[in-house]
């Protein structure tokens, strides 16, 4: 795969080996009948793996992964003044999707 959104090109080769996917020489999944399992690589640590399971419906499409891996991280655009510019850093084009929000602009006036 070529990345070509930054400059110089980026190029990602993949390489399947049967249920084994690398990235760049490096193991990113194996692949088994109920889901996957994956390397969770730590400096420092011995690589662990973290088994998902894969959910399907009646036709064989996947509705959802099921992790053994947590993450607590919490991703809120709360729109408020005071975090906008980390809200614009981790979300894209808030600033366009909040143009006719009259929400924001209520709060940037000290309104709601």
């Not at 090109?9 to 999944?29: N, P, R």
């Not at 730590?42 to 053994?68: C, P, Q």
């Not at 009259?102 to 000290?110: L, P």
């Amino acid at each position: 795969m070529i990345d070509i959104s930054v400059t110089p090109a980026d190029t990602t080769v993949s390489d399947y080996d049967g249920m084994f996917l690398y990235k760049k020489d490096t193991l990113q999944y194996i692949s088994h009948e109920e889901g996957r399992i994956r390397p969770v690589y730590d400096s420092g640590i011995a690589v662990r793996y973290a088994w998902d399971y894969f959910e399907k419906d009646h036709l064989g499409n996947t509705r959802i992964a099921l992790g053994m891996q947590t993450d607590t991280s919490v991703y809120a655009a709360t729109m408020e003044t005071a975090k906008g510019a980390y809200e614009n850093a981790i979300f894209a084009d808030i600033d366009k999707s909040d143009s006719g929000c009259k929400c924001r602009k209520k709060w940037r006036k000290g309104g709601m």
